[in-house]
Nanobody, 117 residues
Framework: QVQLVESGGGLVQPGGSLRLSCTASESIFGIATMGWYRQPPEKPRESVAT???????SYADSVKDRFTLSRDIFRNTLYLQMNNLKPEDTAVYYCNAAWPGTNLEVWGQGTLVTVSS
């Protein structure tokens, strides 16, 4: 089974930046939709940014113009560059891979991002 490993979370001040990484145990970018989701404290999980196997990206309105999704196909790694971070961005961030037309999906273990002064 494919495994996803996230890294890059931490504590940052408002206005700061972080880059999250999600490395897959095998090459799946051409067959799966990949994305980042987050779960703020005491709130449900929400979509942050996704990229289809064809490379089409979409972002939540709350992160547009601040977050950028990119992928390194040779390293099987998905990145989320987060700029101008706000306290409301505080959450556990999860990487996800989902196979279109199936119920199959895989989640990473999550990485905590805390935005606070």
């Amino acid at each position: 089974q494919v495994q996803l490993v996230e890294s890059g979370g931490g504590l940052v001040q408002p206005g700061g930046s972080l880059r999250l990484s999600c490395t897959a145990s095998e090459s799946i970018f051409g067959i799966a939709t990949m994305g980042w989701y987050r779960q703020p404290p005491e709130k449900p999980r929400e979509s942050v940014a996704t990229v289809t196997r064809g490379g089409v990206k979409s972002y939540a309105d709350s992160v547009k113009d601040r977050f950028t999704l990119s992928r390194d196909i040779f390293r099987n790694t998905l990145y989320l560059q987060m700029n101008n971070l706000k306290p409301e961005d505080t959450a556990v961030y999860y990487c996800n891979a989902a196979w279109p037309g199936t119920n199959l999906e895989v989640w990473g273990q999550g990485t905590l991002v805390t935005v606070s002064s």
